[in-house]
C-alpha cells in the first residue's frame, strides 16, 4: 500500500483524534459518566497513532529537504552529509509505515480492558491439578514482572497439590489484549510424581481468559439477582469455617451461578462476586462477536475457542511448542519461571500479519 494511501488513513485519524479532544471538553459529555469515560478511552486509544503520524510527517518533511540541499548544494562536503544524512532518514520511512499499519488495523475494543482468568485441570487426574498449579504460578510471575495487579477470586485445590481450578483477575494496562492468546487447553507430558515405572504421562488444564466488563458494559438488575451466604470452607481459621461471609449469586435470566469465599468479609466476596458475575454476562455476548470472527477465518491465533489444544509443555526434552504458530522454544524452565514475553509477541506478530493480509495492506 502506497504512501499516500497510508497518508489519506492518517488524515482521518487526525480529524478524529480532534474532534474527540474538543467533545471530552463540552458541558453535555462531562455530565455523562458514561460517554465520558468511552471518549477519553477512545483518545488515549488514538495517541499512538498520532504520534507515529507525526513522527512519519516529520520524517518525510526532512527527506524532503534533504533532497532539495542535494539539488542546490555545490560545496561537495556538504553534499556528502547531505547524502549520509539522506540515506538515514529513508531506512526510517518502512519500518515507520510498517508500525503505522498495524496501528490502523481496527482493534478489538476490549484489549485494553482487565482480565479475568481461570484455570481448571482437566485430563490427568491428580497430574493435572499439579500442572494447573504450575500454570498458575507461571502466570502469577509473569504478572508480578509486568507489575500488574492480581486478586483471586475462587480456589479449589487439588488433592495432592495444585489447582482443580482457580480463577483470579488481572489489573493493569492492555491486560486482556496480552493475556487473551492464553485461551485454551494447555497440555503437560512428563513422569508425575506417583509414577514407579518412569512413564512419561501427558495431562492437561483448560484456560478461559475473559475481558473484565467494566461497570458501565452492563447493567445488573437487583430483582434479577439471588443472593445466598454460606460458610467458608478451606483454609483460613475459625472466622472462615464459622461466619456466613462466603456469597453466591445466581443470576435468574440467564442461570449464571458465581461464588467467592476468598475474603474473610461478606462486603468484600459480595464485591467480587458481582465484578465476576457482570464479566461473565459480558463475555456471553462478546463470545458470539468471536464466533464470528472466526467463521470468516480460516485461521486465527486468538479464536476464542477454549477446546483447542493450544500448546505442549514437554518435560523431558525441555520444550515448549505453540501448535498455532509451529513454533518450538528449548527453555521449558524460564517459560514455567513466567518468561512468555516472547511466545506472547510472537503470537501476536501471527495475528497481526493475518489481519494486515485481510486488510489490503
Same mark, same amino acid.
Given at each position: ?6 497518508? $489519506? ?9 480532534? %474532534? ?17 469515560? +468511552? ?37 561537495? $562536503? ?13 531506512? +526510517? ?30 485430563? &490427568? ?13 507461571? #502466570? ?22 495444585? #489447582? ?11 491486560? #486482556?489484549?496480552?493475556?487473551? #492468546?492464553?485461551?485454551?487447553? /494447555? ?5 508425575? +510424581?506417583? %509414577?514407579? +515405572?518412569?512413564?512419561? /504421562? ?33 483454609? &483460613? ?85 505453540? /501448535? ?38
Amino acid at each position: 500500500m502506497s504512501n499516500n494511501i497510508i497518508l $489519506e488513513r492518517l488524515r482521518g485519524v487526525v480529524d478524529r483524534f480532534e %474532534e474527540v479532544g474538543r467533545l471530552i471538553t463540552q458541558p453535555d459529555v462531562t455530565s455523562d459518566m458514561k460517554k465520558y469515560v +468511552q471518549l477519553n478511552k477512545e483518545y488515549k486509544s488514538l495517541e499512538p497513532i498520532i504520534e507515529a503520524y507525526k513522527e512519519l510527517k516529520n520524517v518525510t518533511e526532512n527527506i524532503s529537504s534533504t533532497k532539495d540541499i542535494l539539488a542546490t548544494e555545490k560545496d561537495e $562536503e556538504m553534499r556528502e552529509m547531505a547524502k549520509i544524512e539522506l540515506a538515514e532518514l529513508e531506512e +526510517q520511512v518502512d519500518p515507520l509505515e510498517e508500525k503505522i499499519k498495524i496501528l490502523l488495523l481496527p482493534k478489538d475494543p476490549e484489549d485494553d480492558k482487565n482480565a479475568v482468568m481461570e484455570i481448571r485441570a482437566g485430563t &490427568g487426574g491428580d497430574e493435572a491439578s499439579i500442572f494447573a498449579g504450575d500454570l498458575y504460578r507461571m #502466570y502469577m510471575k509473569f504478572c508480578e514482572a509486568r507489575r500488574w495487579k492480581t486478586e483471586v477470586t475462587r480456589v479449589t485445590e487439588g488433592t495432592v497439590g495444585g #489447582y482443580k481450578e482457580v480463577v483470579f483477575s488481572i489489573t493493569g494496562e492492555g491486560v #486482556y489484549g496480552i493475556m487473551k #492468546y492464553e485461551s485454551g487447553v /494447555h497440555r503437560v507430558q512428563r513422569v508425575p +510424581q506417583t %509414577e514407579t +515405572q518412569g512413564r512419561v /504421562h501427558t495431562s492437561a488444564a483448560t484456560i478461559a481468559v475473559l475481558p473484565e466488563a467494566d461497570e458501565f458494559d452492563i447493567e445488573l438488575k437487583t430483582e434479577d439477582i439471588r443472593k445466598d451466604t454460606y460458610c467458608a470452607s478451606g483454609p &483460613g481459621g475459625q472466622s472462615v469455617n464459622t461466619t456466613y461471609s462466603a456469597i453466591r449469586l445466581t443470576h435468574i435470566p440467564s442461570g449464571l451461578v458465581v461464588t467467592c469465599q476468598d475474603e474473610k468479609s461478606q462486603l468484600k466476596n459480595l464485591d467480587k462476586a458481582m465484578k465476576e458475575l457482570r464479566t461473565r454476562l459480558y463475555n456471553l455476548e462478546y463470545q458470539k462477536y468471536l464466533d464470528e470472527i472466526s467463521s470468516k477465518r480460516k485461521t486465527m491465533v486468538s479464536s476464542g475457542d477454549r477446546s483447542a489444544k493450544i500448546r505442549t509443555y514437554n518435560y523431558p526434552q525441555g520444550r515448549v511448542t505453540d /501448535h498455532r504458530i509451529n513454533l518450538t522454544m528449548y527453555n521449558l524452565q524460564a517459560v514455567l519461571d513466567g518468561d512468555i514475553v516472547e511466545m506472547l509477541d510472537k503470537l501476536q506478530m501471527a495475528e497481526n500479519a493475518e489481519r494486515l493480509k485481510e486488510s489490503g495492506f
